[in-house]
């Protein structure tokens, strides 16, 4: 990256103030979180005018112990920028870790000894002084593995406008209640993201394919370091490559499908959570559900084909609580799709082992992207496959019947409507017969007995598909699961972007933005690049998104779902939308970084059934 210019946009008398400060509270003393907090209460007695410190940021050379660190903003007209300070007596030796930095001066404030202040490059682009200093000056502000610990994954598709909110919303929930809940970089990697180089090639004319946020699995990561170093987040958070997606209908295709996965895992070896996907593989006619279900006979010949001798005499062996038939029909259903997840979990492995960082990782096999609803005896099946076979899976998300940024059904008639087109013949049967038409109470039952199959393995049930759903529905989940819970949202964050966009003044730029984008979505889906899903255009002629409290049902369910998608795509001057989010005026950007907090911490309070302030 290149060099901070020469007009530095902070004071050195303002910058040898806080460096007066920073020796005055923490000179000569071990640096405590309390040290910090003592450190920030008399920062705004120094009455900076051209830069904001942040000190939770606070950090000692680990070779210089006399030599500190600070992030501060530096506020302008356009945008606000982040520098790293490197405060450092003039008699240690100069700083080599950023060969980027800029002296602001050598100097002698309060009339002591003589200082020399630096000034390095930290926005969220700048991913080599990040990873330098979270890899070798405060390893503390590392993602690492989440393990048992509950969390909520926050899917951030605008990072720079997101993560720091979502970080205050999980240190607001940490003070009120003791527990963190931090899981805060997280992405598919091969949905919304992609790698830098296939970002760099992508044009825009395609708003499904991979990248579409227009933020690629290296900054993704980078960003993740930002915010956690900014918020002066040492609690532990976990970063997560959210679904590295394998598919294709030959051989070949799915040979290079799991080849582009690959590249995507290389890509994405600081992370701590590796969420697979290899659903497409499921053998769906196996299950009995299915409309045309294989015979018992064609369900016995598949098992021949897809499993040696070997494999078939483990099978028998490793599983004798399942009936011969209900065996094989697990075994077809699922069994392209395990070797597969053995691979990638492999693939896995042999990368983190080169990593300077955390070596271990959480491993997530999804089966949520199953067309049928994962049932207890499919999970106990999956996971011990991977436990017998040396791939533990820390974490597994199954089917739970939730639609992308959708509420959840409360009534029969509502469930009834909401299962059409869908291959779960048993559930309005079940809510009927067993739970009374309630489909709150069957939800919770269910949830309940596949977080005891979780459990029997160590393992955390993953909730997909997370944004959108209501108060009744998250309490359900955080009783159901008795607090053990990986809570998934992703579109929510950025539809909260999209709100504060659509409430700006008529005649606004930013008002102007947000039409523009939602006419490139309707040009996108006039020309059919939404699948069956662009007919859904015609059916709403409002632009409003909907109330975020109530899953947005009363919105226009087309824009809820893809106006995401067209970020990555071009405005009409030709330049990305994407560009044009990133350089947004700070009002709106507080806004809607007030709206994500919040939103987290209302979360949290509906799992957790605690309260959570603000």
């Excluded at 103030?17 to 000569?28: M, W």
């Excluded at 997606?245 to 994405?268: C, F, H, L, M, N």
């Excluded at 492995?349 to 491993?363: L, M, P, T």
């Excluded at 409003?544 to 087309?558: I, P």
Aim: overall charge negative.
């Amino acid at each position: 990256m290149s060099s901070i210019p020469l007009d530095l946009p902070l004071k050195a008398n303002e910058a040898a103030s806080l460096a007066d400060l920073v020796y005055q509270q923490a000179g000569g003393k071990q640096l405590t979180d309390d040290l910090r907090n003592h450190f920030a209460e008399r920062v705004p007695g120094l009455r900076l005018k051209t830069f904001t410190p942040l000190p939770g940021s606070l950090a000692q050379d680990p070779i210089h112990p006399s030599a500190y660190y600070i992030v501060v903003d530096t506020p302008s007209e356009k945008m606000t920028r982040s520098l790293l300070l490197r405060i450092t007596p003039a008699s240690s030796p100069a700083g080599s870790l950023f060969p980027d930095a800029t002296p602001i001066g050598r100097m002698r404030p309060g009339g002591g000894r003589e200082i020399v202040i630096d000034a390095i490059p930290f926005d969220a682009m700048h991913h080599a002084n990040l990873r330098t200093f979270a890899e070798k000056v405060d390893r503390s502000f590392l993602p690492r593995p989440q393990g048992a610990q509950a969390a909520i994954a926050a899917g951030n598709r605008h990072p720079e406008i997101s993560l720091p909110a979502v970080f205050q919303g999980f240190r607001s929930i940490f003070k009120s209640t003791g527990v963190n809940l931090a899981s805060t970089v997280q992405l598919s990697a091969s949905r919304e993201m992609t790698t830098s180089e296939a970002l760099a090639q992508r044009d825009g004319e395609n708003p499904t394919a991979p990248g579409h946020t227009r933020v690629s699995i290296e900054h993704l990561y980078h960003a993740g370091l930002w915010a956690a170093i900014r918020a002066g987040w040492r609690e532990g958070y976990n970063a997560e490559a959210d679904h590295f997606i394998v598919t294709g209908s030959t051989e070949d295709e799915i040979a290079r499908s799991v080849d582009a996965a690959k590249q995507a895992i290389e890509a994405a070896a600081g992370y701590t959570k590796f969420t697979t996907d290899t659903s497409r593989l499921f053998e769906i006619r196996a299950d009995l559900r299915h409309p045309q279900p294989w015979s018992d006979a064609e369900v016995n010949d598949r098992f021949e084909q897809v499993f040696s001798r070997d494999e078939q005499r483990w099978l028998e062996a490793e599983f004798p609580q399942f009936d011969r038939l209900t065996l094989r029909r697990l075994a077809v259903k699922f069994g392209r799709s395990l070797k597969l997840n053995e691979e990638l979990y492999d693939y896995i492995a042999k990368v983190k082992a080169w990593q300077a960082s955390w070596k271990h990782f959480d491993f997530e096999p999804s089966l949520d992207e199953a067309e049928t609803l994962t049932t207890p005896d499919e999970l106990r099946f999956y996971m011990h496959w991977l436990k017998a076979r040396g791939r533990q899976a820390q974490l597994v998300p199954p089917n739970l019947g939730f639609k992308k940024r959708q509420a959840y059904p409360e009534t029969m008639p509502q469930l009834e409507a909401y299962v059409h087109h869908k291959m779960w013949p048993e559930l309005p049967a079940r809510v009927e017969a067993e739970f009374g038409g309630s489909p709150l109470a069957e939800l919770g039952a269910r949830v309940n007995g596949l977080a005891e199959v979780a459990r029997e393995f160590d393992g955390t049930l993953s909730i997909h598909s997370g944004s959108g759903k209501q108060d009744v529905v998250l309490a359900e989940i955080g009783r159901a699961t008795g607090g053990r819970f990986n809570y998934k949202i992703s579109g929510e964050l950025q539809l909260q972007l999209f709100d504060v966009l659509s409430e700006q003044p008529q005649k606004s730029a930013e008002r102007a933005l947000y039409d523009r984008m939602v006419d490139r979505a309707l040009a996108f889906a006039a020309a059919g690049a939404f699948g069956e899903e662009s007919g859904l255009a015609s059916q709403y002629e409002t632009r409003y998104l909907g109330d975020s409290n109530r899953g947005r049902v009363d919105g226009n369910l087309f824009l809820v779902f893809w106006l995401g998608n067209v970020v990555g795509s071009r405005d009409t001057d030709g330049e990305f939308f994407k560009d044009k989010l990133d350089r947004l005026s700070q009002a709106v950007v507080e806004e809607t970084r007030e709206r994500n907090a919040r939103y987290i911490r209302w979360l949290a309070s509906c799992l957790l059934g605690k309260s959570v302030s603000g």
